[in-house]
């Protein structure tokens, strides 16, 4: 598969499928940046090759042409962090757009209007891709975030080019689960978190033959425990799964995977910030009681096999980290990954929720690679192939 190192994009106008579908405030402003300073590395190559940069993308859930939905809010955000002005065209296909594209000079940027202002974008339109296409030469994908999706612009459009390539954060994001998945340096740990084990199972089933160490924490945990006959109280629990979470526990041992589930959980009355707490051992919650976070034992005991690990997965975080009274067990699990990967380890975190929790607590900068997209991460670790970089083959 050819990256965008792979072309020289001199006189040449490069379509690139961007994810600058970023949180816009009350006053239209752009409330985070990292989306865009994400593909900046792509549409910079492009420029400095001698090239111009037309950049497509989707924001938001629009019903038809809904200004709150308009890319326009995003231009002064995008000239900031590019650094060159970024030119607007208020549609994304016909008159307009082929206007402006015309007018494209080598060295500057034209950022089309919300593709999913048409019902076609989404439905992976042939006609809509093909109009699209028209408006350059070489087609760059550098949307992981929509990759997962086989929408006109993020893969029908590809059929419509020769010259097609991944743009270096679609490349980063590939390479850097490969490391985790395809690790030839041990241990391996995954650790897996969030509400659900239902939304994991595939996940838990797929890598369970690539790791060493498996973490289960936050609501997901409690299915586990109660189907190892724990006492979990009013905690969250899928009960149509124990048998299943019962039989992962074997596949684990025969695999020689080292499964780790929490020994203790904070444990309230009231999903509430301000609701009285205490540390109950996990498998003897009082009835009427729920946990929301790691207990200390538990978060001591996941740092220290944190802390021989080589090779770190994050996904989900250990509990309700949104109430700060429910966050210290996944501040806890972010510092671990934070210090073992100032010693040397690589870490990458995935996921929506364990992405906003790293932010949040500020463990961003000191993971080694942040995934932009949590759906199409979760696709990948389920082993199944993106259409957005299988259609660039
Ligand atoms: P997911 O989208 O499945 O990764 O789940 C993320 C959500 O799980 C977050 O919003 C957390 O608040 C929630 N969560 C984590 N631990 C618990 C818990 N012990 N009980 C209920 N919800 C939890």
Known sequence: MKTIKDFNF??????????????????????????????????????????????MSHLGRPEGREEKYSLKHVLNAASDVLGVKVKFAEDCIGHKAEQAVAELKPG??????????????????????????????????????????????????????????MGFLLQKEVESLDKVLNSTEKPVTAILGGAKVSSKLTVIEN???????????GGMAFTFIKAQGGQIGESLVEDDLQEMALDILKKAEEQNVKIHLPVDSVVTQEFDNNSETKVENIK???????????????????????????????????????????ADGTIALAKAIAAATEKGAFSLVGGGDSVSAAKKFGFDTKMSYVSTGGGAMLEMLEGKSLPGIEALN
């Open 10 to 55: 001199k006189n040449k106008k490069a379509l690139i499928r961007v994810d600058f579908n970023v949180p816009i405030d009350k006053e239209f402003n752009v409330a985070d940046k990292s989306r865009i300073e994400g593909a900046k590395p792509t549409i910079i190559k492009v420029l400095e090759d001698g090239g111009s940069a037309i950049l």
């Open 108 to 165: 500057e940027i034209l950022l089309l209007e919300n593709l999913r202002y048409y019902n076609e974008e989404k439905k992976g339109d042939k006609e809509f891709a093909e109009k699209l296409s028209k408006l350059g030469d070489i087609y760059v994908n550098d949307a992981f975030g929509t990759a997962h999706r086989a929408h006109a612009s993020t893969t029908i459009v590809a059929e419509f080019f020769e010259d097609k390539a």
């Open 207 to 217: 890598i369970l033959p690539k790791v060493d160490h498996l973490i289960i924490g």
């Open 284 to 326: 003897q919650i009082t009835d009427g009681w729920m946990g929301l976070d790691a207990g200390p034992e538990t978060r001591v005991n996941f740092a220290k096999v944190i802390e021989e690990s080589r090779i770190i997965l994050w996904n989900g975080p250990l509990g309700v980290f949104e109430m700060d009274t429910f």
